[in-house]
């Protein structure tokens, strides 16, 4: 056996109390976590510490793990181990820990939680890079020959490692041989000929060094050889001149190479020069916006002091309850300015901060703001860095050079030690829920777990927070604080804008069929006219939305996925799932109807009508299209806010973050678009998205204005979006969710299985189905529901068809803990979708 696996330990506090412990002798054994698929969710296996290494809780170690080396974290040390044998550790990966005990508490919350392996609920907690990169290779056996008749394909790849000496790695042999190759080994390995190993790669990545070339001499001594070489050895001479010039920088030795390579030999003999390598930050601000100016604070209003006096007294009490704030304030209010003074506090206390955006690279102007606030001071940790700038980023929050971290929600993981603020803007937008990958958590909870086992401060920003968020301030989890005026830069109130909403049933009624109301187009044009800006906001990009044959009715549809192409005029028919393409059809694939007709609006589309609508004036398009990247966002950002354009159209992107005083007008163009979907949440966040829109008209010394153009004018959503009323709207829709039980009145678990066969698909979910249904009449667990199934939306993805169940109650997880579930389910506790 590879190690002895640990008792399973339910209690995790006793990995902070083992930390205190003071051992007097070396440890014999660690209780090991390794990153490993094990079939169970909290697996640890012991270790036998070689009694020369140092190793202490939260090391991240390499050890044996059957046939192969994988990389674990010590979660426990003990001086016994009822274990019969147990194999040693193989070595540190790092010399010191790179896991704090409470990180390993909040890991095993996460995993218990989220229902993740315990390794995965620990990742995101490591540097980056150093995940295991394990690979196999192949070796002849010494003195092993074939006993028997040999294959052709097995003689092939035995001829190839006979004239290879030593091990060759697989996924080499295979690209050179090819796919047959791992066939092959495997008849050799049970033959005895041929060894097969798994061994750690290494991390993916590694500082950046870069070698410096340095004087040595006096520089007047540099000077008096320059001036003698000067005309048998002009560039030893120029070179030297360089470097004994004070005011240059240190002369870059791979650059001094290509270009005076004879010239530094020579200087190396004499030992006038020297090289040194120095380590290089790999510029983590790099696809973040520029730096602004240093900033001074600003004039703060009533409700921002009062706010600001909260949290701080909160900070400075170790002992009050709760440690977490909804702060409510409409768009405009400065919002930014509290988590600014509030992290100001946090760092006058010597601890460390941690600012959490929906999307860095769609706020460029936080980031620019806390930039200016504390310079130098700032460590950006999100997915539009490169592998090496993630990395260069991380360790410096480790090593405690940056005692702020911003980023999106991966970021709530930072290695920030004394953590004393965790701020989240925008605490509403569903990004903050990693929902692709495992752990499936949601930044936000795991930063109020945070402040519990550290006794840090949780902030949760937001215009239009989440209904959960409200409804546990209201209960009394978090404390509300509100800034229910908009205020100027100067601290000056300023007026929100004027809402109105336009019925477009009207307007088709009256024959305008336009993409836009008349008021909008008349508004358009005044706003143009008296050069100010405008914004106009659609939730959907492209030119049309679907693609259908007049004659048949038949629509065009990605081979892969279930849904319609998105058509996006000269680049053809888009999937917006798989980012499969087509040409567009000239004739229906059903019937051969000519009669191909595009129906719906996009982003694209509404840029060409304005264009058609006001010929002459400059339109920016912001999509997923037009900025693919954090440097694209800036980029546009820095064009319209420079007044290039005069009219912006764009997606949701648009609504965060933007602060643009000569925008004066906005128009939704098809405000109920997110009514349609099959989801609990849709209202409110048509709702929010209305909100945070309307937020970016008339925020300079002009009132604006917004026209909400809708087919539901009588929704309460788009009712309290235009009355910009978030009490009315948390009321009806907490009344709706209190009838059905959706959180937070109620919680949920997403069940979902993928299989390329259809009918497998819905075998194995009405199977599941069918348990859980017995499990609960079973064990009385009558409070939980459970839903389905049902086909997910889109019930085909990536070729791929997909099934779901919904297990809704006060805590389903007592029935989903019953059943033994298939690894090939996927588990979304909370789910923020359930369409």
């Known amino acids: 056996m590879c190690a002895q696996q640990a008792a399973p330990r339910s209690d995790i506090a006793d990995i902070g109390q083992l930390d205190r412990q003071d051992f007097t002798a070396v440890p014999r054994y660690a209780d090991v976590v390794v990153d490993v698929p094990t079939g169970r969710l909290g697996d640890t296996f012991t270790y036998a510490v070689p009694s020369t290494m140092d190793v202490r809780i939260g090391h991240l170690v390499t050890v044996p793990f059957g046939p192969r080396t994988v990389h674990g974290v010590v979660t426990q040390l003990s001086d016994s181990t009822s274990a019969p044998y147990t194999k040693p550790i193989l070595g540190l990966v790092l010399p010191d820990p790179v896991i704090e005990p409470w990180q390993l508490q909040l890991a095993r919350w996460v995993s218990s939680y989220y229902r993740a392996p315990f390794f995965e609920a620990m990742a995101p907690m490591l540097p980056p890079g150093f995940r295991s990169r394990t690979q196999t290779t192949i070796r002849l056996v010494k003195g092993a020959s074939p006993k028997g008749e040999v294959k052709p ?58 070698d410096y070339l340095e004087l040595q001499a006096d520089p007047e001594y540099a000077l008096e050889v320059a001036e003698q070489q000067m005309a048998k050895a002009p560039r030893r001479s120029a070179l030297l001149r360089h470097l004994a010039d004070s005011t240059a920088a240190p002369y870059l030795a791979s650059k001094a190479r290509s270009h005076y390579s004879g010239a ?72 930014t300015e509290v988590y600014l003074r509030a992290l100001a506090h946090c760092l006058a206390r010597n601890k460390k901060g941690i600012v959490l955006v929906p999307e860095l690279s769609l706020t460029p102007q936080t980031l620019e703001r806390f930039q200016a606030r504390f310079p130098d001071q700032i460590a950006a940790l999100h997915s539009g860095l490169t592998p090496g700038q993630q990395y260069d980023q ?3 929050a ?6 702020v971290v911003i980023g999106s929600r991966g970021a709530v993981f930072a290695p920030q030690k004394n953590v004393g603020l965790i701020v989240l803007d925008e605490e509403h937008e569903w990004t903050y829920k990693q929902h692709d990958a495992s752990p499936r958590y949601h930044a936000r909870d795991v930063a ?78 005044q706003c143009v006219s008296d050069g100010n800006q405008a914004i106009l906001f659609l939730n959907r990009r492209g030119a049309s939305s679907v693609v259908q044959c007049r004659s048949c009715g038949f629509v065009l549809r990605c081979w892969r996925c279930s849904t319609p192409y ?48 006001l010929p002459g004036v400059s339109v920016l398009r912001w999509d997923r299209d037009t900025a693919a990247g954090g440097r694209a966002h800036a980029d546009l950002l820095d064009r319209f806010a420079s007044g290039e354009a005069q009219v912006l159209v764009g997606t ?28 609990f949440r849709a209202a409110e966040r048509t ?56 959180p937070p009145l109620g919680r949920l678990i997403q069940l979902t299985f993928g299989h390329r066969d259809e009918s497998a698909s819905r075998r194995e979910a009405q199977r599941l189905a069918k348990l859980l249904e017995r499990e609960a009449r079973q064990w009385g667990v009558s409070r939980v529901s459970v839903i389905g199934p049902a086909p997910a939306h889109p019930a085909r993805l990536r070729g791929i068809w997909r099934w779901q169940i919904l297990l809704r109650g006060a805590d389903p997880r007592l029935l989903l803990d019953k059943v033994e579930l298939p690894p090939n389910w996927v588990v979304d506790v909370d789910p923020v979708s359930v369409a």
């Not at 409700?303 to 977490?324: G, L």
């Not at 998105?566 to 799932?577: A, D, I, K, N």
């Not at 929010?688 to 917004?706: I, K």
């Open 394 to 396: 991380w360790w410096r």
């Open 566 to 613: 998105t058509y996006h005029g000269q680049e053809g028919l888009v999937c917006h799932h798989c980012n499969h393409r087509r040409r567009a059809a000239t004739r229906c694939p059903n019937c051969r109807s000519p009669h191909i007709r595009y129906l719906g609006v996009g982003t694209q589309r509404i840029a060409e009508e304005v264009e058609a609508l």
């Open 448 to 525: 109020i777990k945070i402040a519990e086992l550290t006794g840090a401060v949780v902030v949760l920003g937001s215009a239009t927070p989440e209904i959960t968020s409200s409804y546990k301030a209201r209960q009394g989890q978090h404390t509300l604080l509100t800034l229910p005026q908009r205020i100027e830069s100067s601290g000056q109130p300023i007026a929100l804008p004027t809402v109105h909403v336009v019925d477009m049933r009207d307007e088709l009624m009256s024959g305008n069929r336009s993409v836009f109301s008349r008021e909008l187009q008349e508004e358009l044009i």
């Open 153 to 210: 394909a097995d003689a092939k790849l035995l001829a190839y490692l006979h004239a290879k000496p030593g091990a060759v790695r697989l996924a080499a042999t295979v690209r050179h041989l090819g796919g047959w190759v791992p066939r092959a080994v495997g008849s050799l390995v049970r033959q005895g000929l041929v060894e097969q190993r798994w061994e750690w790669a290494g991390p993916s990545v590694t500082p950046q060094f870069v």
């Open 687 to 742: 709702f929010q998205v209305l909100c945070q829109v309307a937020g970016r008209a008339g925020r300079g010394s002009e009132s604006g204005l917004v026209i909400v153009q809708t087919y539901l004018p009588d929704n309460y959503a788009i009712q309290s979006a235009e009355s910009q009323n978030y009490d009315s709207f948390y009321e009806r829709e907490i009344a709706y969710r209190r009838v059905q039980s959706d």
């Open 398 to 403: 480790h090593r405690g050079d940056a005692p």
């Open 652 to 679: 949701q992107m648009i609504a965060k973050g933007l602060h643009v005083p000569s925008v004066t007008l906005v128009g939704a163009v098809l405000a109920d678009i997110g009514l349609h979907v099959p989801d």
């Open 264 to 335: 530094v030999r020579a200087l190396l003999d004499a030992d006038l020069v020297t090289l040194r390598r120095i380590q290089i930050e790999r510029g983590g601000q790099a696809r973040t916006p520029r730096r602004a100016p240093e900033q001074a604070p600003l004039t703060l209003t009533l409700a921002q002091n009062e706010a600001i006096a909260k949290i701080t007294a909160v900070m400075d009490d170790p002992a009050a309850r709760p440690r977490s704030f909804v702060l409510q304030g409409v768009t405009g209010s400065g919002k």
